[in-house]
């Protein structure tokens, strides 16, 4: 373990689709109100630049060197972690690729979602990732994970036993599931004895309402930041040593 304890931090809003200059400037300012409040990791929702504006992530991906490059200095300013979903082109691939960037600034990883939802036809026009992720930080090692991914618990025990501490997650879920959201960010954290930070987003579109939720959750599945629906920037401590406290007592990592 590198850090032991920090602040985590979730920053949750409603992504206008297509709209990366609206997108990135309301971003910026809640990674402002983060990085004032001493936050060392910012987790953002998924696709929080342009969303699923799916007949134009050839255009929008072009445009995520330069998010990327804009998100470093802001993570060099505040010493702060941050990380999110953006469209990543790959050859004549599209991935919905959750981004890792350190608080030196450099990318300390990267993760391409497996599990494309197919009842929004995300397989459609996202190719899929094909390798579990758990990138080394200035902070601890940190497992990634995007939306749908939240449903194969195999996904998140893979990168627990890669090492992972904590485990980001970031989320374009529905209000009419938010209930299945909870229970399983929480039971992703009990059933791995790891730190839970997951961003979802707000707000209405195409008649889905978007549900919120963005928490950060224990070993122990204690909910120590809850957001509610509406656009909000949220953060609690986090300590590490909760981990090894847990697992000592209930060993279940080591009778898997």
Same mark, same amino acid.
């Given at each position: 373990?590198?850090?032991?304890?920090?602040?985590?931090?979730?920053?949750?809003?409603?992504?206008?689709?297509?709209?990366?200059?609206?997108?990135?400037?309301?971003?910026?300012?809640?990674?402002?109100?983060?990085?004032?409040?001493?936050?060392?990791?910012?987790?953002?929702?998924?696709?929080?630049?342009?969303?699923?504006?799916?007949?134009?992530?050839?255009?929008?991906?072009?445009? #995520?060197?330069?998010? @990327? &490059? +804009?998100?470093?200095?802001? $993570?060099?300013? !505040?010493?702060? %972690?941050?990380?999110?979903? /953006?469209?990543?082109?790959?050859?004549?691939?599209?991935?919905? #690729?959750?981004?890792? @960037? &350190? +608080?030196?600034?450099?990318? $300390?990883?990267? !993760?391409?979602? %497996?599990?494309?939802?197919? /009842?929004?036809?995300?397989?459609?026009?996202?190719?899929?990732?094909?390798?579990?992720?758990?990138?080394?930080?200035?902070?601890?090692?940190?497992?990634?994970?995007?939306?749908?991914?939240?449903?194969?618990?195999?996904?998140?025990?893979?990168?627990?036993?890669?090492?992972?501490?904590?485990?980001?997650?970031?989320?374009?879920?529905?209000?009419?599931?938010?209930?299945?959201?909870?229970?399983?960010?929480?039971?992703?954290?009990?059933?791995?004895?790891?730190?839970?930070?997951?961003?979802?987003?707000?707000?209405?579109?195409?008649?889905?309402?978007?549900?919120?939720?963005?928490?950060?959750?224990?070993?122990?599945?204690?909910?120590?930041?809850?957001?509610?629906?509406?656009?909000?920037?949220?953060?609690?401590?986090?300590?590490?040593?909760?981990?090894?406290?847990?697992?000592?007592?209930?060993?279940?990592?080591?009778?898997?």
């Amino acid at each position: 373990m590198n850090n032991k304890i920090f602040k985590a931090g979730t920053f949750q809003f409603d992504v206008k689709p297509g709209d990366i200059e609206s997108n990135l400037a309301k971003v910026i300012e809640g990674l402002h109100i983060l990085g004032d409040s001493d936050v060392n990791i910012a987790v953002l929702p998924e696709m929080w630049s342009c969303g699923f504006d799916n007949n134009r992530l050839i255009d929008h991906a072009k445009q #995520t060197p330069f998010i @990327i &490059d +804009t998100l470093s200095i802001t $993570a060099s300013r !505040y010493n702060m %972690i941050i990380a999110g979903s /953006l469209p990543e082109a790959s050859g004549k691939n599209i991935f919905n #690729t959750i981004y890792v @960037i &350190d +608080t030196n600034g450099d990318i $300390a990883g990267y !993760y391409r979602k %497996i599990h494309l939802f197919p /009842l929004t036809e995300e397989d459609r026009y996202f190719s899929a990732g094909n390798r579990a992720v758990v990138c080394n930080t200035s902070i601890c090692p940190m497992g990634l994970m995007i939306c749908y991914d939240l449903r194969f618990p195999e996904l998140c025990r893979s990168i627990t036993l890669k090492g992972a501490l904590v485990v980001i997650i970031s989320a374009q879920w529905p209000l009419g599931r938010i209930r299945h959201w909870d229970i399983l960010s929480q039971a992703r954290a009990i059933e791995n004895q790891i730190f839970i930070i997951a961003t979802n987003r707000c707000g209405k579109e195409k008649g889905i309402e978007f549900g919120g939720h963005s928490q950060i959750i224990s070993p122990t599945g204690e909910i120590l930041s809850m957001a509610e629906q509406g656009e909000c920037a949220s953060a609690t401590e986090i300590n590490l040593y909760k981990i090894k406290e847990f697992r000592d007592k209930i060993p279940c990592l080591k009778d898997n």
